[in-house]
């Protein structure tokens, strides 16, 4: 499968995150490596992965290292994106040996993380034979959004709405304070936000509802497939599908072949599971 080409993050978008991360981590000091390395040692790191994986988020990492040792050198760093193999060195890393312990654990963390997300979108995006859009959520860890989307843009999925003012998406309690569907939709046109309206539909009377309104996309939310396949076959190229379901990988294919054209998936940042990796330090010397 063809991978959608993702943007590279921009350091403004993680390096205060990194600094609180490092913050919360060290607090008043690493006791450990401060008692049993002296400050003088340099020494040599790597980052080994153990499992299949999709990597992403390895300047995150790096930035870990840089921020409590801003002259370590970086050598051999695999791309994100890149398809590693259990044993593959994804970076190396030369510098003082108390920062390169003391930064280990949190640079792990984001790694590891970051590169479950990617992995598990990539099973989803080659599962579904490019016949169908992966989208995330915001679902996402408190105040690492912009880490965990971009993690899903590395697997081969597309970003939907950043936050709630990058698109309008009404759900289930807007349409019980506005009374209904159609009168959800011309309160938002009446507000002139100038952004395409999705709603979000429970039944097939929803979609109905839904088209007669006019919206760009109706998201079909917790139905059956063959309900899906309803939908699509109502919509008619007047609006496009998008699939709200918790459905394994394995079954991507069939709802692919429903006709939706996106389907969303909130597991990719809320059930990833963190890749494998160990930090291993080498070359210990005064």
């Known amino acids: 499968m063809t991978v959608t080409p993702f943007a590279p993050l921009d350091q403004s978008s993680y390096r205060e995150i990194v600094r609180r991360a490092l913050a919360e981590d060290v607090r008043w000091g690493d006791v450990t490596t401060e008692a049993v390395v002296p400050s003088e040692v340099r020494a040599t790191g790597v980052i ?15 930035e870990c290292f840089r921020q409590l040792d801003p002259h370590v050198v970086v050598d051999g ?13 994804l970076a190396r890393f030369q510098g003082f040996a108390a920062p390169l312990l003391t930064a280990e654990g949190t640079a792990l963390n984001f790694l590891q993380r970051l590169t479950g997300i990617a992995t598990l979108t990539r099973d989803f995006a080659d599962a579904s034979g490019g016949r169908i859009t992966v989208l995330d959520t915001r679902k996402t860890t408190p105040t ?14 597309v970003s939907h709405r ?21 009168e959800a939709v011309r309160r938002v046109r009446a ?19 839904a088209l007669a309104a006019g919206v760009a996309t109706v998201r079909i939310h917790g139905l059956p497939i063959e309900a ?15 699939v709200s379901h918790t459905v394994p990988h ?27 990796m160990t930090f291993e330090l080498a070359g210990a010397a005064r």
């Not at 690492?144 to 999925?157: D, I, N, P, Q, T």
């Not at 394995?250 to 494998?276: D, F, K, N």
Request: glycine share 10%; with cysteine.
């Open 48 to 62: 080994v992965v153990t499992t299949p994986c999709v990597l992403a988020g390895l300047d995150v990492a790096i």
């Open 77 to 89: 760093a695999r791309r994100d994106g890149e398809r590693c193999e259990p044993g593959a060195e």
């Open 144 to 157: 690492l959004r912009a880490l965990e989307k971009y993690a899903v843009r590395v697997g081969g999925g």
């Open 162 to 182: 950043v936050g709630l003012d990058d698109g309008v998406l009404v759900g289930a309690n807007h349409v019980r304070v506005a009374g209904d569907i159609a």
């Open 191 to 209: 507000s002139d936000a100038e952004l395409p309206i999705e709603v979000e539909a429970h039944t097939l009377e929803d979609v109905d509802a």
């Open 228 to 242: 899906v396949r309803e939908a699509v076959r109502r919509s008619r190229g007047r609006a496009k599908i998008s």
């Open 250 to 276: 394995e079954r991507m294919p069939e709802l692919a072949g429903t006709g939706a054209e996106y389907v969303s998936i909130a597991a990719l940042t809320q059930a990833a599971t963190p890749v494998a």
